[in-house]
C-alpha cells in the first residue's frame, strides 16, 4: 500500500509562522492523520505540525549579513538531505521569506516535489526580473492581496487570490470597545504602531517619540497608546526610549491587543505592513512611515523598486488614500506635519475613512486558510 502523501512548510519570519498556523489548522481539521512537517515557529506546532527546526525568531529584514547567509546555506544542505531522507513528502510550501525560500523551492523542484507558495512573493514591488525564477521554482502561488492574481497570471505564473487570513473572522466591535472604554481618555487619541523587527523599532520608533513629543506639546489634551506586538517587543521600546530622552508623557502601551489600540484611537502613525490593514480594517485615519538608510536605497533601492506605492492600503486601492512616507530619511518633520494636518482636517479622516472600508470590502467572501487548504487538497490529490 503507497504511503499517504505528507507535506512540507518552511517559514522563516514571526509572520510566515501565524499564516501557515492558520491553513495547517484547517488541514488538520479535515485530514486529522495528515503528516505535515515544517521548518516553522510555535504557532505552526500549536496548530499541529511536527517541526523539525525552530525558526522566526531572529528575522532579518533588507540584506541579510553574511551570518545570515551562511545560517540558511546551512538549513538548505539541512532540507535537501532530510528530503531524501522522506520520500513521502509530496509537497513543499514556502511562506513569504522569498529570499530564503528561493533556494528551498529549487531543491524540492529538483527532487520532484511540488512546490505551492502561501503568500505570493512581492515580485509587484521590487526585482521583477525574479518571475522567471519563480516560474520555475512554483507550480503555483497562493495570493492574499486582491491584484495580486492578474500580475502573476499576466506573467505565465499560476495564481489564485485566496483572501488574507486578517479577514477571516469579524471582530468583536462591542467587546473591543469595552476593552477600549478602559485605556486612558483624552482627546485626540493616537495609536502608535512601531512594527515588531528589532530592526524596524531601531529605525522607526525614535523618529516616532520625537513627533509624539511634539504633537504632545501642540495638543496638550493629546493621549497615546503604543501596541506591542509581545513583551519582548515592550522591552525592546522602553530600551529605545531611554537612549532618545526617555518616555513621553500621555504615552502608555498595551502588549499583544493591537485591535483593542485601534478601536480606541481617533488616529495612527503606523509602520509600513500588515498592520495596516489591521487598523483599516476598523477605519482609522493613518500616517504610514518606515524609515531606511537613504545611502542604501540610492545605491540599490531605487534601482529595484518598482512600484508607485509602498502602504498595502495604497496598492489595494490602487491611489494614495492614506498619506504614506515611504521611504522615510528625515527626522520627526515630514511624520510631525502629516499627523499634526490629519488630527486637524476631519474631511480627510472622513475621505481615509470611506477608502478603507472600500478596501476592506475587497476581502469579503473567500476565507484565506480555508481556500489555502482547499488548493492543497486538490495539489496533493486527497480532496
Not at 502601551?253 to 483599516?280: E, K, R, Y
Not at 472600500?358 to 490529490?381: Q, T, W
Amino acid at each position: 500500500m503507497a504511503e499517504k502523501p505528507a507535506i512540507l512548510f518552511t517559514a522563516f519570519e514571526p509572520s510566515g509562522d501565524d499564516h501557515s498556523a492558520a491553513v495547517i489548522a484547517a488541514l488538520k481539521r479535515r485530514h486529522p492523520d495528515l503528516k505535515i512537517y515544517a521548518w516553522g515557529g510555535p504557532k505552526m506546532a500549536q496548530a499541529g505540525a511536527e517541526i523539525v527546526e525552530q525558526t522566526g525568531s531572529d528575522a532579518v529584514v533588507g540584506v541579510p549579513g553574511f551570518e545570515k547567509i551562511r545560517e540558511h546555506l546551512q538549513i538548505n544542505k539541512t532540507i535537501q538531505r532530510w528530503l531524501s531522507e522522506h520520500p513521502e513528502v509530496a509537497l513543499h510550501i514556502p511562506v513569504d521569506s522569498p529570499a530564503a525560500n528561493f533556494p528551498i523551492c529549487k531543491i524540492a523542484k529538483k527532487a520532484d516535489r511540488k512546490v505551492l507558495h502561501l503568500v505570493a512573493p512581492q515580485l509587484w514591488a521590487w526585482g521583477p526580473w525574479r518571475i522567471r525564477k519563480l516560474r520555475k521554482c512554483t507550480d503555483m502561488v497562493l495570493c492574499l492581496l486582491p491584484f495580486e492574481e492578474k500580475f502573476f497570471r499576466d506573467r505565465g505564473v499560476d495564481a489564485t487570490f485566496v483572501g488574507h487570513p486578517l479577514f477571516d473572522e469579524d471582530l468583536d466591535l462591542r467587546d473591543l470597545s469595552e476593552r477600549a472604554a478602559e485605556l486612558p481618555s483624552g482627546s485626540p487619541r493616537v495609536a502608535v504602531l512601531p512594527g515588531s523587527r528589532p530592526a524596524e523599532i531601531r529605525r522607526n520608533f525614535p523618529v516616532m517619540l520625537s513627533a509624539f513629543r511634539e504633537l504632545k506639546r501642540r495638543h496638550p489634551e493629546l493621549v497615546g497608546m503604543v501596541g506591542a506586538t509581545t513583551e519582548q517587543v515592550r522591552e525592546d521600546l522602553y530600551q529605545r526610549a531611554n537612549l532618545h530622552g526617555g518616555w513621553p508623557d500621555g504615552l502608555d502601551v498595551l502588549v499583544g491587543q493591537t485591535d483593542v489600540v485601534a478601536n480606541w484611537a481617533d488616529v495612527a502613525m503606523v509602520v509600513s505592513g500588515t498592520v495596516t490593514l489591521q487598523v483599516s480594517k476598523q477605519q482609522v485615519p493613518m500616517v504610514i512611515m518606515y524609515k531606511t538608510n537613504q545611502l542604501m536605497y540610492n545605491c540599490i533601492g531605487r534601482w529595484v523598486l518598482t512600484t508607485k506605492h509602498f502602504a498595502l492600503p495604497n496598492l489595494i486601492a490602487g491611489q494614495e488614500v492614506v498619506p504614506e512616507l515611504i521611504p522615510y530619511f528625515k527626522d520627526k518633520g515630514q511624520l510631525l506635519d502629516e499627523m499634526d494636518r490629519l488630527i486637524g482636517d476631519e474631511a480627510a479622516q472622513r475621505a481615509q475613512r470611506e477608502a478603507q472600508a472600500d478596501i476592506v470590502s475587497k476581502f469579503r467572501g473567500p476565507n484565506a486558510s480555508e481556500s489555502a487548504a482547499d488548493a492543497i487538497e486538490k495539489m496533493l490529490g486527497i480532496g
